[in-house]
Each structure stands twice: as C-alpha cells, then as structure tokens.
T-cell receptor
C-alpha cells in the first residue's frame, strides 16, 4: 500500500491567492483527518470526516478554510484567500473508521504564504 | 477530549531504556491513550495504545496506573534512530478516532 498521499509536497504562494491541498487516504479507510502543524501551536486538528461526511470542523480557524471529501478516495483543503499566518505544514491522516485508534499520516504539505 | 502534558525534552544514550511520562488528569472513561512518534519533516507515526494496565508490542511498552491519570511509554535499548518527538494524544473511539495532540516530548539519543 502506498500510504496516505498528499499533494503538493511544497507550496509557495502570495497573500490573497487561493490554495488547494489534496489528499488520497489509504484504500478502505473510512475516516479522514486534516491537521495543521506550526512551531507556535503544535499539531492542531482542523476537521475530520467519517464515510465522506464532515463530523467535526470546530478546528477550522476561519471561513477562509474549507474542506471537502467528494468520495472515499479524495479530499481537499482549500484556503481562500491565503494569509501569511496560514504558513504551516498541513497533514492528512486516515484510519479504518470511527472505532479505530490508529491514524496513518501522510508526508504533509509545507505551505508558505508570502 | 482532554489535552495531555509531557516533559518538553529528554536526553538519553544509546542502549539505555527510556521512559516518557504523560499526564492526563482529566481523562474520561471512554478515552484511550495513544502514543505517536514524529521524525523531522514527516507525519506522526502510531506506536502503541492502551486503556489500562500494561501493553507491549514489538517496539515499546505502555504502562497505565489504575487511576489512568498518567501513562508511561517505555522504549527499551534506544538507538540514535529513536531521536524524535513523542506525543500521547487521547482518543475517544465513539468520536471517530479524534486525536488532540499536546506539545510532545523531544527525545534526543546520543552515542
């Protein structure tokens, strides 16, 4: 298995631009999670899905952030418009389902907003 | 889900046993304790999970006292490659496996 796949691995953009991060979970996994990691705030859960349905988006910082999961094999995290404070590493993780305790993390997308 | 508290950093030498303690005073009945390892420029990787008493797998042991207000990850005979940040997020299984990470413990293993 290829594991969780994220793209792009690195993204540099200017303030005000739209950014879209992509994630392909492990095949057969029913839960998907988006995290953000910064030195100041550590690892933060942004949103998670069970069976493609958003369950908890309380960690999404602002309306500028949105996430979708149109099918079981793909999810996006969009930031529009982006700001310098959004610079972070964004991780996607998946697990076998609501009763699973082990999450498998992707390699992350390092986002830099100038 | 309660956040957890850990020492910010620890030092060790190759071949030693390392014990990292995590405090979770407000742990709920339905919470399970998990431990993850993170290397620089990588996502966290699951190590072990437990509810109470002792759990052991091929890489680590997890000790949980009866009151469950803390837990200890034990790494036997560490090597340089065990240098990483270790996290102990709690998870409530009927909440979809949601994890809340604390600040983690940065373990440095020296030759």
């Amino acid at each position: 298995d290829a594991g969780v796949i994220q793209s792009p691995r690195h993204e540099v953009t200017e303030m005000g631009q739209e950014v879209t991060l992509r994630c392909k979970p492990i095949s057969g996994h029913n839960s998907l999670f988006w995290y953000r990691q910064t030195m100041m705030r550590g690892l933060e859960l942004l949103i998670y899905f069970n069976n493609n349905v958003p369950i908890d988006d309380s960690g999404m910082p602002e309306d500028r952030f949105s996430a979708k999961m149109p099918n079981a094999s793909f999810s996006t995290l969009k930031i529009q418009p982006s700001e310098p404070r959004d610079s972070a590493v964004y991780f996607c993780a998946s697990s076998e389902g609501a009763s699973a305790y082990e999450q498998y993390f992707g390699p992350g997308t390092r986002l830099t907003v100038t | 889900l309660a956040k957890t508290t850990q020492p910010i950093s620890m030092d060790s030498y190759e071949g030693q046993e390392v014990n990292i303690t995590c405090s979770h005073n407000n742990i709920a009945t339905n919470d399970y304790i998990t431990w993850y390892q993170q290397f620089p420029s990588q996502g966290p990787r699951f190590i072990i999970q437990g509810y109470k008493t002792k759990v052991t797998n091929e890489v680590a042991s997890l000790f949980i006292p009866a009151d469950r207000k803390s837990s200890t990850l034990s790494l036997p005979r560490v090597s340089l490659s065990d240098t990483a940040v270790y996290y102990c997020p709690l998870t409530e299984l009927n909440q979809g496996g949601k994890l809340i990470f604390g600040q983690g413990t940065e373990l440095s293993v020296k030759p």
